[in-house]
C-alpha cells in the first residue's frame, strides 16, 4: 500500500511514491480507482508495440470537451480543451484541428524507462501534465478502443448503475 494519508499525491506522485513497490524491469498497469470499464485489462497490458514506448493511454471517441491529440502515428503530441481553446503541448504553435483527438479513459500502462524522468517531479503532480511535459522526448502512444464503456462510479448516487453495469459485463461474457 502506498499511502497518502497526510497528502493526497494525485495519480503522478501517487504512481512516483509506489514505484519502489512494484518489479521495476516490468511495465506497470494503471486504472483509475473511481471507474468501471470494459477493458480486458490483461489484453492492454500484453499489448506488444513495433517502438519502445514509455506509456500506452487508453483513448476513445467519447464526447468531452478536453482531449488528447495524437499525430499519425498514434504519439502523443498535446492536449485541447474544445471549449476554451486552451493548448498544452511541448510543441509550439501546435494546432489541434492537425491532429487526431481522443477522449482519456483513465487506464494507462507506464513503462519502467519513464521512472527516471518523475525525479525531478514536485511530491504532488498530475500524471497528464507529466505525459504532455515529455511527449517530445519519450513515445507516449495512445490506444484507440472504439467499443469502450467506461462509468464514473465516485458518487454514491450511481451505485446501483454501477452493480447494473457490472451484471451487463458478465452477461456479455
Known amino acids: 500500500i502506498s499511502d497518502e494519508s497526510e497528502k493526497l499525491l494525485e495519480t503522478g506522485g501517487g504512481i512516483r511514491k509506489a514505484w519502489p513497490l512494484f518489479n521495476q524491469s516490468e511495465p506497470i498497469l494503471i486504472h483509475n480507482v473511481d471507474i468501471l470499464s470494459n477493458v480486458d485489462l490483461k489484453k492492454f497490458y500484453q499489448m506488444e508495440s513495433q517502438d519502445m514506448i514509455a506509456a500506452r493511454l487508453m483513448v476513445s471517441e467519447r464526447k468531452t470537451k478536453r482531449y488528447l491529440l495524437f499525430d499519425d502515428s498514434m504519439r502523443l503530441v498535446g492536449w485541447t480543451n474544445i471549449e ?10 501546435l494546432n489541434p484541428k492537425d491532429y487526431k483527438m481522443y477522449a482519456f479513459s483513465g487506464i494507462h500502462m507506464v513503462a519502467p524507462s519513464l521512472f527516471p524522468l518523475m525525479e525531478d517531479e514536485p511530491d504532488k503532480f498530475p500524471i497528464m501534465d507529466f505525459y504532455l511535459k515529455h511527449c517530445d522526448k519519450v513515445r507516449i502512444e495512445g490506444y484507440v478502443k472504439n467499443d469502450l464503456k467506461l462509468m464514473d462510479v ?13 451484471k451487463s459485463l458478465v452477461n456479455s461474457l
Open 154 to 166: 465516485g458518487k454514491q448516487e450511481t451505485l446501483k448503475e454501477a452493480e447494473a453495469f457490472l
Open 84 to 93: 476554451t481553446g486552451e493548448v498544452k503541448s511541448p510543441y509550439p504553435n
